[in-house]
């Protein structure tokens, strides 16, 4: 029959159980202490020295192929909304989509972004070419110059 004290010790032993280490020179095991995580200054806990900056050009830069696509189908599509008095503006918006979809891929295959970066500047893209003015080649054009720059540097 166990005690109260042994059943609070063993619920204890339960609670947290010790975690042990070997040490090389002798056979005996010993309970290691964990240590609280060690804050750098950030509040994410990634250290200055663990996050990479990609550059100006990766992080704004848009594949040449993207910007040319974007500024013609911006045009494409306001042209269209110009002439017809707005009633394209429906028509607009899958084109927008789609090109949203279409700058993600080639953001991913051919230029090298990860997924979210590629996601943030196709929407950007897609929502300025939605929008019923030609706002797409303001953000375009110098995404295109920054891609051609970074391209550039690669080689």
Known sequence: MLTKLHREANQQTLDRPPIFQTMHDERTIHPMQLSPPVS???????????AVSKGLAQ??????????????VDLLVFGGDAVSFGVLIPLGIVV???????????????????????LIKAMIVGLLTAIPAPLAP??????????IANALRRK
């Open 40 to 50: 750098c200054g950030r509040r994410d806990g990634i250290s200055p020295r663990m």
């Open 96 to 118: 927008a989509a789609i090109l949203t979809f279409i700058v993600y891929r080639i953001q991913i295959k051919w230029y090298g972004d990860d997924h979210d970066s590629a």
């Open 138 to 147: 303001v953000v375009a054009i110098p995404g295109g110059i920054l891609g």
């Open 59 to 72: 992080s704004f830069g848009l594949d040449i192929r993207a910007a040319i696509l974007t500024v013609l």
